[in-house]
């Protein structure tokens, strides 16, 4: 079958998976939908989409199956019923959850006769079907190749491995460095702020700090994988004292002192325990470990 001739049935029609099936229609693939809350396949309808009227049906009509519910329970609750026969069917399954819930509905899925693969969209509704949206997925590489080209209509379809819960454990740590920088950037913002700079002013500035830090990450990884984190830049303890500098200030000036707080902890148990003098990735083992706190 070429490309756009493959039936494709996407299941959840909330504001992702609505962008979903639109880029389907776009690109000319016959498209079946599917929502609990009928109304909001109307629009789709318009476009060309053939509406089932239950999921069995839409199951029935897809080659490949693309599942975007709000999470994993919905998916269970979907389908985790006996009326429901998946024996046959191609699951892709882009409902963000944590990478234990992907492992077991891989498992599930197989279980019930399905080929399943588990995946992550690192986008945002209005950017699928463009080169801006990221889709991971993890999986049986076959089932990948078999839908591939299916699947990069949607964006850029990236696999990441067999195990099906990796493309969610790459969408946390994505998430995670999301958060964190956006963080790190509001308490800059926060701090600049009692000075009367604006937010607007120190944007640049801190695009330019982000940029510089991304540079250094293929090194720092090495130096994380070799287990040999030799000075080259500046031993811990040195950033340790800027920290406290970092510490004092925003307690000064009367702003949130938690991330600076818990950004100086790490690196003072890490010095604690004798690495004062190696380079700043060595506190992965901070990362890696547990603490009773
Ligand atoms: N929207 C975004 O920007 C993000 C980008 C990154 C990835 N996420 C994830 O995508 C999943 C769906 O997100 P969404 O934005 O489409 O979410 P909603 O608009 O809230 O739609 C949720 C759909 O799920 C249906 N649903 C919920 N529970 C059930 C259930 N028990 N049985 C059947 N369907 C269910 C819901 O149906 P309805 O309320 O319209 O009847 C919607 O179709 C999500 O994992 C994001 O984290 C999106």
Redesign the pocket.
Known sequence: MSKNETPVTVL??????RALASAFLAAGYPTTVW???PA?AEQLAGEGATVASSVGKALAAGAVTII????YR?VR??LDDPEVDLTDTTLVN???GNSTQARDAALWAEQRGARYLDGA?M???STIGTAEATILLSGPQPVFDAHRQVLETLGVGTHLGTDPGLASLYDVAGLTMMWSVLNAWLQGTAMLRTAGVDATTFAPFAQQIAAGVAEWLPGYAEQIDQGDYSVTVAPLETEARAMEHMVEESELLGVNTELPKLIKAMADRAIAAGHGGEQYPVLIEEFTRIHAN
Do not use: F
Request: hydrophobic share 40%.
């Open positions: 959840g029609l909330g504001l992702m998976g929502n609990r809350t909001k975007c519910l709000t999470d919905a609750e979907l882009l409902t963000s969209i986008a945002i509704p």
